[in-house]
């Protein structure tokens, strides 16, 4: 998202004075933080400690247009006792559809040749979901619809919750060994970085399909990107003009009602998991 919607922008110009200052390197955000009550960033600007200190205070609210969280410092935010909010449900819709696209996309074979490439049905196949927040949910109930096997390892996904959409959790050691697709949901964090690496690789099943639709620093893909049985697609899960209205009015919403007083639902709050 290069900016956020007009459509977001208007309902933030009803209540405050908005200045749009899009892609700022820290240096210059500390600059302009001790200006701001409210701070929404997209994907291209980073708040670090060092932001949330130069707010003096004074930054009561600090919106992400979109679900991924590895440009802030949420443990900042938290000492700073900043509301942290976020806009995921139009991301979490295209998501979910983006991983079964890339895994049909995995299939394809452009030039036909009906005895050398073999495909594999769905039906009774395992699906490791290894993240199980909005999105990962969401890809799990549409393939137990396709008759998918769907297991997954979460340290915090409540056991009820993954029982409702039919789902096992299970180690992670089982995750990545059981499964015949792997499917990579999770956040960027010290804890999840480089999760995805030789080690975890070395433990799959032959034929193995992985599918990473999440953030880019999940796995190790030096060399992996360079595989002939790699397909590697731009960050674009949620690039529809339909989603980024969706996400400019999301997040505008939810600021306006923390300006009013209004505490959101719990889904909206940026977490901080000590790694």
Same mark, same amino acid.
């Given at each position: 998202?290069?900016?956020?919607?007009?459509?977001?922008?208007?309902?933030?110009?009803?209540?405050?004075?908005?200045?749009?200052?899009?892609?700022?390197?820290?240096?210059?955000?500390?600059?302009?933080?001790?200006?701001?009550?409210?701070?929404?960033?997209?994907?291209?600007?980073?708040?670090?400690?060092?932001?949330?200190?130069?707010?003096?205070?004074?930054?009561?609210?600090?919106?992400?247009?979109?679900?991924?969280?590895?440009?802030?410092?949420?443990?900042?935010?938290?000492? *700073? $006792?900043?509301? @942290?909010? +976020? &806009?995921? /449900?139009?991301?979490? !819709? *295209? $998501?979910?559809? @983006?991983? +079964? &696209?890339? /895994?049909?996309?995995? !299939?394809?074979?452009?030039?036909?040749?009906?005895?050398?490439?073999?495909?594999?049905?769905?039906?009774?196949?395992?699906?490791?979901?290894?993240?199980?927040?909005?999105?990962?949910?969401?890809?799990?109930?549409?393939?137990?619809?396709?008759?998918?096997?769907?297991?997954?390892?979460?340290?915090?996904?409540?056991?009820?919750?993954?029982?409702?959409?039919?789902?096992?959790?299970?180690?992670?050691?089982?995750?990545?060994?059981?499964?015949?697709?792997?499917?990579?949901?999770?956040?960027?964090?010290?804890?999840?970085?480089?999760?995805?690496?030789?080690?975890?690789?070395?433990?799959?099943?032959?034929?193995?399909?992985?599918?990473?639709?999440?953030?880019?620093?999940?796995?190790?893909?030096?060399?992996?990107?360079?595989?002939?049985?790699?397909?590697?697609?731009?960050?674009?899960?949620?690039?529809?003009?339909?989603?980024?209205?969706?996400?400019?009015?999301?997040?505008?919403?939810?600021?306006?009602?923390?300006?009013?007083?209004?505490?959101?639902?719990?889904?909206?709050?940026?977490?901080?998991?000590?790694?």
């Amino acid at each position: 998202m290069a900016s956020l919607g007009e459509v977001g922008l208007q309902l933030l110009r009803e209540i405050a004075n908005v200045d749009c200052s899009y892609n700022l390197v820290p240096e210059e955000l500390c600059d302009k933080m001790s200006l701001y009550d409210v701070l929404i960033v997209l994907t291209g600007t980073k708040v670090t400690l060092e932001a949330f200190e130069a707010s003096k205070g004074r930054l009561k609210v600090m919106g992400r247009a979109g679900v991924g969280i590895d440009n802030v410092d949420l443990q900042a935010a938290t000492e *700073c $006792g900043c509301l @942290r909010q +976020r &806009a995921h /449900r139009q991301h979490r !819709r *295209c $998501g979910g559809a @983006r991983d +079964r &696209a890339t /895994r049909r996309m995995a !299939r394809n074979v452009w030039e036909w040749q009906l005895n050398k490439y073999v495909v594999v049905s769905l039906v009774g196949k395992t699906l490791a979901v290894r993240g199980f927040g909005k999105v990962g949910s969401q890809v799990a109930r549409r393939a137990r619809g396709l008759g998918i096997h769907v297991i997954a390892h979460v340290p915090y996904a409540p056991a009820d919750k993954a029982r409702a959409v039919g789902v096992e959790l299970v180690s992670f050691d089982a995750a990545i060994s059981d499964s015949d697709f792997i499917s990579l949901r999770l956040p960027l964090t010290p804890s999840t970085a480089k999760i995805f690496n030789d080690e975890t690789l070395a433990k799959v099943k032959k034929g193995v399909k992985v599918v990473n639709v999440a953030r880019g620093g999940g796995r190790k893909d030096d060399k992996l990107v360079m595989h002939e049985n790699v397909t590697v697609t731009p960050h674009l899960g949620a690039g529809t003009v339909e989603a980024q209205e969706g996400v400019a009015i999301e997040i505008a919403e939810a600021v306006v009602g923390a300006l009013k007083g209004e505490l959101p639902p719990p889904w909206f709050l940026l977490r901080f998991f000590p790694s």
